[in-house]
């Protein structure tokens, strides 16, 4: 019998971590199970700080990393599955921080945080360029940025850009408050990195043709939607990722930030999932991306309003933001 292939992964609730036994749950592990078993490959996950994760990968100690995010420098160092689920990075602000205003002064005079190395530090870094006056700051891990962000140490009017799922739950699970979203910066797609000098070209087909096959049958959307997470198209990952044109929410209205784009349409909507509330820290929300009037429809809630924050919102919206 062929050696498993070993993969890793960080702590990244809901995606991917570790459960109440120790071992590596989620639905980026229940997927990444059920894709090898239908292309005939053992595998074996263990969750791992991100930056040691990274590295493994990086020096051809594991066989496959996630999640990833496609982008040109993962693609030069990996082998890329299909993209598998959607997700968002946001802008997050303490509550009663200062609004942005035009796009050169959005992000003027303040400290702006990520985790790092990852592709939000290279998107903070995207949309800094070019404002001397941003002070970045680089952390190891998620959590990290929004324990500092809440306790005030980036200062009265710092921001930190965030995947907003992830955010969700580690504010629902280490009791974070006072902070707000502000804009919606990137839509993205998570995929599996394998190592190309230690997996082959066979087994990486056989997998992908697995990805395809449980998404054209709706395997992964049904994995995914007790989560709240939006699965992604059956497409490759790299058609579909990227920087794509959003902007800061300022004032209620949406100036796009330099070295983004046009704006997209301020009132981002968003959908609730109808699926059980599971062990994963805080019940996360489906994103639905259409535009709609501000205050949301029946089924969604406003990102971004200015003076709001995470848990302000009443009905269900309320039910689901806990950053507030």
Known sequence: MAAPLHFVTKPFAPYAYAGPDGRPAGPLVELLHAACAEAGLHCQVEVLPWRRALGMASRGEVDGLFPVVDSPARRAAFYLSPEVVRARYVLVARRGAAPGGDERAALSGRTVAAYGPSDAMTTLRQLSAGQPDVRVE??????????????????????????ETAAQALSAAGGLAGLRPV??????VYAYAFVPTRVSAGQTQAFDDAIRSLCHRGRIAEIFKPYGLPAAGCRPAARRSGMQPMGFTAHGGHAPVTGVGNHSPPNQMYRRSDGPR???????????????????????????????????????????????
């Open 278 to 324: 599971i062990a994963a820290p805080g019940p996360m929300a489906a994103l639905d991306d259409r535009p709609g009037a501000a205050g949301g429809g029946r089924d969604g809630c406003n990102l971004g309003q200015p003076g709001q924050g995470f848990g302000t919102q009443t009905g269900r919206c309320a039910a689901r933001w806990r950053l507030g």
């Open 138 to 163: 680089i952390e190891p891990d998620q959590l990290t940025v929004l324990r500092k962000l809440s306790a005030g140490r980036y200062g009265h009017d710092g921001l930190a850009l965030v995947n």
């Open 183 to 188: 804009s919606v910066v990137k839509h993205l």
